[in-house]
């Protein structure tokens, strides 16, 4: 990697742009409205609400597509060598994108604020193919406080497939490569490497430096509090972090994938999976996000890893030092906090095979897309021959200071053909000691934490006896 | 043709979908040399500024200035009536509040010179709570009293001589408005040295007002400016005040545009949202249900200035009968002063806190006597010839029932009951509950002498026309109704017609656009205006047609008359070479209001808007969580402008009222602050919560004479329709139980819901009690 730049091109509605001197933190979106292109809105500067949304031209399995993104949580550098779309492009010759044209004749919008957002989300879905059935988790990142959602289900569902227009023939030849970046403003700098090496010996070389993957979360301490990062290492460029690979004896996911990304390759992904996935959060967030960061961050309530517990997930850590494996149960040593030494790096995660016999995830929170959990489980079980159970994982987050399982009760459960159920939630009585915030009191968390067990049970119990019938 | 009573798109929808449709923020790139500010925040709910020393920011690069009480020309104060909000306050009274700001060429230089003001504060003791509020007598004013009494006599008489009653109170929470654009002004000086504002404001002339005020000079050097609103709700009716006010006075100081934009967290953090409620009833009523007497005492969270919260708070008392005769009844009503943001108008504005306990009591009553919630509704109506207990005829109250009557056919509601009941005999883990409530929403601002408005209709000398009026666009298509009500009385196409943005140099003196007054008042201040206008062209018209005046007929853009016709643009040139006025001023007052506070009496409301829906919900017995499996609505809109505008608000309006009584709670923690400020904590109603079968009917034959076009208003009825879905949600809880009364504070979270349902198991398990039988019998 040659010494850093202090300039930064990229193409914007089609026309090559360059920029210099601008601070590392600042978003796309107070750049792209600073240029005038005021369609984009700040609704929560947070990722919530999806009024920022913008497209990237990205690669796909099957070639480029448009990928919607809160512009709020993407810093400037990030965009180096990249395509994006304002709602402004989609207007081409003066007609309107069908989801423009449908939204403003159905009703779709009242103040308006929130409508671009929409738009752009539903122009991806459009163009990924998803038309006629629609699933409003794909509009789950938009948030409206003025329709109902009704009209704009209607408009999204009268969708046809895509027309053949100027926007649509771009996807016909290949998205942007991502490319190395070294960006260096006043401010500060953002280095994107775009191999491991070069990338763990950044690290090593600026103890100051921040390693940073979809910006989901740094993006919101940026912007809420303000947190000022003075040499961000961007993950996106690296590819051995971006490696998928589903063996006979493990799947390995890359920590560097976006979720979006995940689904696209893990063809084979089990339903609980698919059900996890819709219940992390909505595709504006799950086209930048990563399973390594929601891992890293080490927040007690993540999403992936109650799940990853539940299925005996192991990391691959990378460092100066080599790699290095080890069990997601013992990664969160507390609140906050992670097994990675300075200057490492997780670079995939190992689910192995074969998988649990039953496993659920289940979220309770105060809204049912889109929230952050009151509590999240995620349960499963192995039989032996005799339906005895074998194994068993209990993870749970949310009712503690980091993602955990709950070991005592597991082994209360193992053995049996029906566990004693009372014994086990007086295991989980006696051992979490959740917290009481604005997401739940501590009795809450914990009846919810007990609450779960019993409604796995009973589910698990109801699937088995209608295989039987 | 006519375009009132088309569902036409909102009048801006390509503009919206485009991203062409401006706010005040998006002005921003047109200023070179804009100014942007930043508060410093107080840490503490409460305290005395012992020091504060501003200059610090100024060493920060980038920093122009900082604004303190120094730098007011005027009086440093925003709050509208009372005066009672500094906006350099020397005692901090809510968390966060601001008690200086810095003006910065970036956003980021304002933050971190901000960072630098060092403030000395005195920490005392706030007021976090309703209780403790009541407890320490801490009240911004009340009681406010309601009373009325029955050939039992007054409200205690009439309760202690029914055969039943009970006791018992309600919390309901607040609500954040959580607009999708925040607080927003720009302030700069025009090019004749008058103070421009363009303001996010729902009432311009008020945020003048303010500016004035700050500045210390005439209104006349102030014209404020709103294009459009990313939604308002109520937030924006007296709270974009101060931003106003901060980005003109340092437009003022330092000659240069100045925007003040809150970040959603600040925006949460520093502006007020629905009051919260304690309500404290005793009930008396018969065996059949029927209310004999009600004593309830509401107290309403105003936080820390009075702001909007007496009327907030006397419309909670007007609307605390619902759809319901009370016979007797003595209401009375505290504001509770507590360091916290100042609680504000909301779509409602109190109404729904009163209705919401009377529906709470009435449920309550039917699980007293083991019968159907909905019959015990039924019982309690108002019929025709009934008198509210502020005295005002309950005019159209028939169609309560008629209402009702269609509803529950239409929804298939006792079929449904009976299949529930079915589903919920044979299911193990999950509850189901239906509910049908009612809405009656008195119509009028009930300050009578708000209720006017004003318009300026300029046609030009092409047959073009500018609609100038006092209403404010957020959203709701006020300007939509407006422009097919202008097209339509002047006889011309709707682009002929432009409606212009609200601005206080072309109508003065306007009221807020609030108490879904909108286009009742302003539309019949345009169609005056137009009229006037059509008037004086009428004369001209016969003249050139060679007929008489009374035959001229306005169609299509032409003007028509004894078999001729001739292009309006025509008349208008020869009417302007006869030197006829082609712009006039429109007028309306509603008519026939009044009341009288001192007496709690009189005629508040110009009309009653009436609506129903009924709801079927699913709850999870093992999490509390709910699903909306159904919901039927069905409104009184009169004879609609423009249906697919109020379509837009009955459902827009019904799943706000959902999110209130369900998913969005407000938290405010132990230090003062709000916890639920953002995004990621307070959660809006999404795809979810949309009920998954929505069926939405306007009544028909439904004209109301007296007002434009004969619509009624829409803004703020169908929120109260969520009702429905939270009645829905006790009746599947107590079918966890016995069908025992159910206590469910508000918002229905999971956890309450849990909680309810854990209480409902309980009295399953528990033997029934004598006392229990005692009241049954």
Known sequence: ?469 | MTFSGQPLSHESAREHATGEALYTDDLVPRFSNLLHAWPVLAPHAHALVVRLDANAALREPGVAATLTLADVPGEGDSGSNRHDEPLFPSEVTYHSQPVAWVLGDTLEAARLGAARVAVEYRALTPILTIEDAIAAESFHSGPFRMRRSSSDGAADSAIARSPHRIAGQLAIGGQEHFYLETQCSIARFDETGGLLVDSSTQHPSETQEIVARVLGIARHQVSVQCVRMGGAFGGKEVQANPWAAIAALGAWKTKRPVRVRLPRHLDMALTGKRHPFLAKFTVGFDGDGGLRGVDLKLYSDGGWSLDLSDPVLWRALFHCDNAYLIPALDAAGWVCKTHKTSQTAFRGFGGPQGMMVIEDILDRIARTLGLEPARVRERNFYREGDVTHYGQPVKDAARIGRIWTELKQSSDFEARRQAIAGFNAVTPHARRGIAITPVKFGISFTATFFNQAGALVLMYRDGSVQVNHGGTEMGQGLHTKIRQLAADQLGIALDAVRVMPTRTDKVPNTSATAASAGTDLNGAAVVDACRQIQARLVPIAAGLLACDDAAVRFENGMVLGNANSLPLAKVVDHAYRARVPLFAHGCYRTPEIHFDPKTATGKPFHYFAYGAAASEVEIDGFTGEHRILRADLLEDVGNSVSPLVDLGQVEGGFLQGIGWLTVEELLWDAQGRVATAGASTYKLPSWPEMPEVFNVAFLERAAEPGVVFGSKAVGEPPLMLAFSVREAIRDAIAAFGEQGVVELDSPATPERIYRAIEAARASRKAPVSPAAGAVRG
């Not at chain 1, 046809?160 to 649509?168: A, I, K, S, V, Y």
């Open chain 1, 1 to 469: 990697m040659t010494s850093a730049s202090a300039g930064l091109e990229f193409v914007l509605n089609g026309e090559p742009v360059q920029e210099s001197g601008i601070a590392p933190q600042t978003t796309l979106l107070d750049y792209i409205r600073g240029r005038g292109l005021t369609g984009a809105k700040e609704g929560c500067a947070e990722g919530e609400c999806g009024a920022c949304a913008v497209l990237f031209v990205k690669a796909g399995l099957n070639g480029a597509a448009y990928q919607s993104v809160n512009s709020c949580l993407v810093p400037l550098p990030a965009v180096a060598g990249q395509e994006l779309y304002t709602v402004e492009a989609l207007t081409e010759c003066g007609e309107l994108a069908d989801p423009q044209r449908a939204m403003a004749e159905r009703g779709g919008s009242q103040c308006g604020y929130c409508t671009p957002g929409f738009i752009v989300s539903m122009f991806a879905q459009q163009q990924a193919g998803h038309v006629g059935r629609f699933d409003p988790a794909a509009l789950g990142g938009n948030l409206c406080r003025c329709t109902g959602y009704r009209p704009i289900r209607e408009a999204m569902q009268s969708l046809g497939p895509p027309r053949d227009t100027p926007l649509r023939r771009r996807l016909g030849s290949a998205a942007p490569a991502v490319l190395p970046v070294d960006y260096e403003s006043p401010a500060g700098r953002f280095s994107r490497p775009c191999n491991l090496s070069e990338c763990l010996k950044l690290a090593a070389g600026d103890p100051a430096s921040r390693f940073v993957a979809g910006n989901t979360d740094l993006g919101v301490m940026t912007n809420l509090r303000h947190a000022r990062f003075p040499h961000l290492i961007s993950l996106e460029g690296v590819p051995e972090l971006r490696e998928f690979h589903d063996g006979p004896r493990c799947v390995e996911i890359g920590a560097g994938l976006t979720l979006t990304e995940i689904e696209e390759r893990w063809g084979e992904a089990p339903d609980f999976f698919h059900d996890w996935l819709r219940l992390f959060a909505s595709p504006l967030i799950r086209n930048r996000a990563t399973l390594g960061g929601n891992l890293a961050t080490a927040s007690p309530i993540g999403d992936s890893a109650p799940l990853l517990l539940a299925l005996d997930a192991e990391l691959c850590i990378a460092g100066p030092e080599g790699e290095r494996a080890v069990p997601l149960h013992s990664f969160f040593p507390d609140y906050r906090r992670t097994s990675l030494d300075r200057g490492e790096v997780l670079r995939s995660v190992r689910i192995p095979k074969p998988l649990p016999a039953v496993t659920h995830f289940y979220k309770v929170a105060k809204r049912r897309v889109d929230d952050i959990s009151t509590v999240a489980a995620g349960i499963s079980l192995r039989f032996d021959d005799s339906g005895s159970i074998a194994a068993a994982r209990l993870a749970f987050g949310g009712v503690g200071p980091v993602p955990l399982r709950v070991f005592e009760a597991e082994d209360a459960i193992v053995g049996a053909h029906a566990p004693d159920l009372s014994r086990v939630k007086e295991i989980l009585r006696r051992t979490l000691h959740p917290m009481s915030d604005h997401r739940g009191s501590s009795a809450y968390r914990l009846a919810m934490a007990q609450s779960l067990l019993d409604k796995f049970f009973w589910s698990t119990e109801s699937d088995r006896r209608s295989n039987q019938r």
